[in-house]
């Protein structure tokens, strides 16, 4: 070990010793990293200072930068450059003419752009290095390539057409500048948020508020909705099996009673207690389904407020009036106007109000202080989602619906019900039965009209119900 005079020694030491003089290193080193960062502290703060002011004042590349560049310039070897992108079954070789875009040929720290090179007016500048280097940091070519974020053929190189993959033989061209995110989506398909996608972000934002989601689908976006149907299919599926294999059961019981002897009747015992141990194992996995289940009715999301509800929520006389002056009545509604003919909209009007949920009824609810909800609406935070008033009077977030006028079209007893549980349900939904389940379903049961999160199996017991409206 070393001595204070920089020689060594040998010494004897046992577990416990060990461990403390390592602990002590440990703790020797620490003083000294931190007594090294004061001593540096400043000049540290000077040379990054430095850099920052020469980076802000002075235009194109310092003369550092410069001989850096020369210098990897002069080893640079011409060559074919290719990347093999084995995941994804391509073979890149985009950086033969893109070198700027190689970090051992130029740093990240480095850029290189059309005004450091001269080239401000040129269309393309192949030379400059990516526009945005943190992303390499996260997605190093050398394992992800180049065209399975933007696209093009990158094993031609014989032209810019060809390689940009801007031929009528190639399905995959490079994304224009203005498309380049499109390119996240090749695996970020499954994000709510993609870092350093902007225009993606406020994409997918706009498919989710403006309702598209209501007709159309893309993979892996709010798809909820077909992950709890693939659950419910599969617990179909289990519990058939599970039918069949109880019927197996006493029918190999009985062909071994029958056997013509020991071992034959044996081998169909073993067959019959196999079946049972198998139907244990598929009760836990519809069990786990069931869970899942659960889970995804809690996440499912909705674009508009459902309609199940609208004879508990909606004076009868408002839905043929806002149908008819939807835009006039809400300005600011994501709900676009509908052209109705004569007669159309309160034929409309009359059929969701005959397939919305009869009951229970509502209970009566005192009247509540005016002055006081003002102050309440404004201080818990309901604008950081809802908004109030219209135009250039609107205050409050856009997230959630403006409530304005919400008098005019609710009833008292819904929207106390709406504030005190905004997801609390007048029935449950039975996705197997597929309909809304009353007392009278519970009452052939033998079982009080009780729903929520901690009693949200059917009255039989045998699968989920949606038990809390969906989200927005």
Known sequence: MPTADGKTEKKSLNYEQLLAEFDGLKEQKAALTLKRAEVRKAADEAAKAQATFIQDKMEGLSAEQIATLQTAVRQMSVAMRQINVNNAG????????????????????????????????????????????????????????????????????????????????????????????????????????????????????????????????????????????????????LEQQKKDDELEIPRLNKAGDQAPDNKAAQDLYAKAENLRVQTSFLDAQVEQLMVRARSLLREEKKVGP????????????????????????????????????????????????????????????????????????????????????????????????????????????????????????????????????GPEDYAKHSKPFVFDLENSRSPDGKHELQVQQQTV
């Open 306 to 437: 459902t309609l199940k509800e609208i004879r508990m929520k909606i004076h009868k006389e408002w839905i043929p009036m806002w149908l008819e002056k939807t835009h006039e009545w809400r300005p600011a509604t994501k709900m676009p106007q509908f052209r109705f003919k004569p007669g159309e909209a309160r034929a409309i009007a009359a059929f969701v109000w005959q397939m919305a949920v009869p009951g229970p009824a509502l209970p009566k609810q005192a009247a509540g202080n005016a002055g006081k909800g003002k102050e309440l609406f404004e201080s818990r935070g309901c604008l950081a989602c809802h908004s109030i008033g219209e135009g250039n009077n609107v205050l409050g977030s856009h997230f959630a619906a403006n409530l304005s006028r919400v008098g005019e079209k609710d009833n008292y007893e819904y929207l106390v019900r709406w504030i005190h549980n905004p997801r609390e349900r007048t029935r449950p939904y039975d996705p197997v039965a597929r309909k809304d389940l």
């Open 90 to 237: 391509l073979v890149d070789r985009c950086q033969s003419c893109h070198v700027g875009m190689d970090p051992k040929l130029v740093p990240p720290s480095l850029q290189l752009t059309k005004t450091s090179l001269g080239l401000e007016k040129s269309k393309d500048a192949p030379f400059t290095s990516h526009p945005q280097p943190e992303l390499l940091k996260i997605h190093d070519p050398e394992k992800f390539g180049c065209s399975p974020c933007h696209g093009g053929n990158g094993r031609a190189t014989n032209s810019v057409v060809k390689g940009h993959g801007r031929h009528e033989f190639w399905l995959w061209p490079l994304y224009y500048k203005e498309n380049t995110e499109a390119g996240c989506q090749t695996c970020h398909a499954s994000d709510m948020y993609t870092y350093h996608a902007p225009v993606l972000n406020k994409g997918r934002e706009l498919f989710r508020q403006k309702g598209c989601i209501g007709c159309h689908r893309y993979e892996n976006f709010d798809n909820e909705g077909e992950q709890l149907l693939s659950a419910r299919q599969k617990v179909r599926q």
